[in-house]
C-alpha cells in the first residue's frame, strides 16, 4: 500500500485526462493562434479602432454596474434572510433564490415586452443584476449560515453597534463567498448575449456574434474575441489577488453557535416590504409578461409539434451533452484525487479554463478548427456536443471530484491487492463509490445544456431546434406571443436545478 494513500499512475487516466485538457484549451489556442497570424500592424489597427473603445466602455460599465447592484442585492437578501427576524424566512430564501430558475434572456424578454425603457444602460444594469444578483446571494447565505457567533459577540461586548459590527466582523469573514458570487456575476456578464441584444446594449460578446454573422471569420471578430478573453482572464486573476492567503476558517475546539438574529422592531415593516420590491421585480414582472402573452398576444399559438420537437431536441441534446461531459470529468478528477502530483493538477485545472469563456468565443474556435482540420464534421452532433463539454465540464469535475475525496482509496487498494486490473477497481469499485457525485454532476450539466443559446445558434446542425433557439428566434422577431410557450418551457426545466442550489443554501431554521 502506498503510504501516501495513491493509487499508481496508470497510463490511461493520464491520457485520457491530457486529451480533456486539450479539448477544452482549444478555445484559448484558436484565439491566440488567429491573433499570431493577424500580424502585429493588423491587430493594433483593429485594436484601436473607435468601436472597440466604445465596446470596451459600454462592457467595462455594464460590469461595474451590474456587479454592484448584485452585490447590494445578494449580500443585503442574505442579511436579511438569516441574520434578522423577518418572518417567515424560508420563505423569502426559496423567493430570492427562484430567480435562477428563469434565464436572463426570458428575463430580458418579459421586460423588453412590456416597456422600451429598459433598452438602455440603466435598464441593462437593472435586468441583468435581477437575473444574476442569486450568485452572490447564495453563497452568502450559505456562508453566513455556518458562521460562529462569537467574534461578534466580542465586539459587540466592547460596544460596537450592530451596523458596525456587520461592516467591520462579519463582512470580512463571508468575503470569500461575496467575492466568489461577484466574480460569478462579472463572469456571466462578460457571457451574456440573448439578454443584451434584446436590451439593445452593445458588448463585446454581442459584437461578435454580429462579426460571425456578417463577415464569417472576420479579423475583427478575432481580435474581439481576444479582448473578452484577456478580460476573463484578469477578472479570474483580480478575484484570486482579492481573496489572498488569510485564513477565516474557525480553530478552537467544539463547534460554532449561530448568531441570535437581530430584533428589527419599527424597521421590520420597511425590510419587509423593501423584500416584497425585490420579488415583485425579479419574478413578478417576468411572470406577469410572461402570463399576459400567453393569454392576449396576437401572435401566440401553441403548436404541439413544434413545441414537442423543440422539447426533444433540448432533453436530447442535454441529455447526450451531461452522458459526455461527466465521462469526461472522471479521468482528471480522479488524477486531482488520486494522484496530486504537478502533472495531475495542472490537467485538472485546465478543465476550468473554459469556465471564464463564454460561449460564442467556443464555439468560434470550435468552427475555426473543424473547418481548418476536419471539415466534414462541421456544424453536426459531435461539434456541438464538444461545445457543452468544453463549456460545463468545471461543474462535473467539481462534483466528481468532491464525492472522490470522501471516497476511502483503500477499498480500491484492496481490490488491487485481490489480483483486479486497474479498470476492474475502477469499474466494480471506483464507479460505485462517487456514483453521487457522477449523478450531481450529469443534473446541473444537463440542466446548463438545456437553457444554453449562444453555442447552440452557432453550431447547431442545420434543422436542429431547442427550446432556447426558438424561443430566441420568436422574441428577435417581436412575436412576444409566439414566444411564450417556449419561455414557459424553459422556466420549468431551470426549476430542479433551482431548488437544488436553494436546497443547498438554506439557512437555518432558528434564522
Do not use: K
Not at 418572518?87 to 430570492?96: I, M, Q, R, T, Y
Not at 420597511?270 to 425585490?278: A, E, Q
Not at 421585480?281 to 401572435?299: D, I, K, M, Q
Not at 403548436?303 to 459526455?324: D, I, K, Q, R
Amino acid at each position: 500500500m502506498n503510504p501516501r494513500g495513491r493509487t499508481a499512475l496508470s497510463p490511461l487516466p493520464l491520457v485520457i485526462g491530457a486529451a480533456v485538457a486539450a479539448l477544452t484549451l482549444i478555445p484559448f489556442g484558436y484565439v491566440l493562434v488567429a491573433t499570431v497570424d493577424m500580424g502585429l500592424t493588423q491587430l493594433l489597427e483593429l485594436l484601436l479602432r473607435p468601436r472597440v473603445g466604445e465596446l470596451l466602455s459600454n462592457t467595462v460599465l455594464l460590469l461595474l454596474g451590474t456587479v454592484a447592484l448584485s452585490l447590494v442585492l445578494g449580500v443585503g437578501g442574505a442579511l436579511a434572510v438569516v441574520r434578522t427576524d423577518v418572518p417567515f424566512p424560508l420563505v423569502w430564501h426559496a423567493l430570492l433564490s427562484a430567480p435562477l430558475a428563469i434565464p436572463a434572456f426570458v428575463n430580458s424578454y418579459g421586460w423588453v415586452s412590456l416597456t422600451h425603457a429598459v433598452q438602455s444602460y440603466p435598464g441593462a444594469v437593472l435586468v441583468v443584476s435581477l437575473s444574476y444578483y442569486p450568485l452572490v446571494y447564495l453563497p452568502v447565505v450559505a456562508s453566513l449560515s455556518v458562521l460562529d457567533a462569537a467574534s461578534e459577540e466580542v465586539a459587540w461586548s466592547l460596544g460596537r453597534s450592530r451596523v458596525r459590527t456587520v461592516a467591520t466582523v462579519v463582512l470580512p469573514r463571508i468575503a470569500p463567498a461575496v467575492l466568489g458570487g461577484a466574480l460569478l456575476v462579472a463572469l456571466h456578464v462578460l457571457a451574456e448575449f440573448g439578454a443584451l441584444q434584446l436590451l439593445a446594449f452593445q458588448t463585446f460578446t454581442t459584437a461578435i456574434y454580429g462579426q460571425y454573422r456578417s463577415a464569417f471569420a472576420s479579423e475583427g471578430g478575432t481580435v474581439l474575441a481576444g479582448v473578452l478573453v484577456t478580460a476573463c482572464v484578469l477578472l479570474l486573476t483580480l478575484e484570486l489577488l482579492a481573496r489572498g492567503r488569510r485564513r477565516w476558517a474557525r480553530v478552537g475546539s467544539g463547534t460554532g453557535r449561530p448568531a441570535e438574529p437581530v430584533r428589527l422592531g419599527r424597521a421590520r415593516l420597511p425590510v419587509v416590504l423593501v423584500l416584497v420590491g425585490v420579488v415583485a421585480l425579479t419574478l413578478g414582472v417576468p411572470l406577469y409578461a410572461l402570463g399576459r402573452w400567453l393569454v392576449l398576444g396576437s401572435s401566440t399559438e401553441f403548436v404541439t409539434s413544434e413545441l414537442a420537437s423543440a422539447f426533444g431536441s433540448t432533453l436530447g441534446l442535454a441529455a447526450g451533452g451531461a452522458l459526455l461531459t461527466t465521462l469526461l470529468a472522471l479521468a482528471p478528477a480522479w488524477l486531482a484525487v488520486r494522484r496530486r502530483g504537478m502533472l495531475a493538477v495542472l490537467l485538472e485545472r485546465a478543465t476550468y479554463t473554459a469556465n471564464a469563456l463564454p460561449g460564442i468565443v467556443v464555439a468560434l474556435a470550435l468552427v475555426w478548427v473543424t473547418i481548418r482540420v476536419v471539415p466534414s464534421i462541421y456544424q453536426t452532433l459531435p461539434v456541438l456536443l464538444a461545445a457543452y463539454a468544453i463549456l460545463f465540464l468545471p461543474r462535473a469535475v467539481v462534483s466528481v471530484r468532491s464525492s472522490l475525496e470522501h471516497a476511502p482509496v483503500v477499498l480500491e487498494e484492496i481490490s488491487h491487492s485481490l489480483g483486479q486490473s486497474s479498470w476492474n477497481t475502477f469499474r466494480r469499485v471506483t464507479v460505485p463509490l462517487v456514483a453521487p457525485g457522477l449523478g450531481a454532476g450529469a443534473a446541473l450539466t444537463f440542466l446548463a445544456i438545456s437553457t444554453e443559446l449562444t453555442a447552440t445558434l452557432i453550431l447547431a446542425p442545420t434543422g436542429t431546434s431547442t427550446l432556447a433557439t426558438e424561443f430566441w428566434s420568436d422574441s428577435s422577431a417581436v412575436r412576444y406571443g409566439a414566444a411564450a410557450p417556449y419561455a414557459l418551457l424553459l422556466i420549468l426545466v431551470s426549476l430542479p436545478a433551482t431548488w437544488l442550489l436553494a436546497r443547498q443554501a438554506q439557512p437555518r431554521e432558528s434564522s
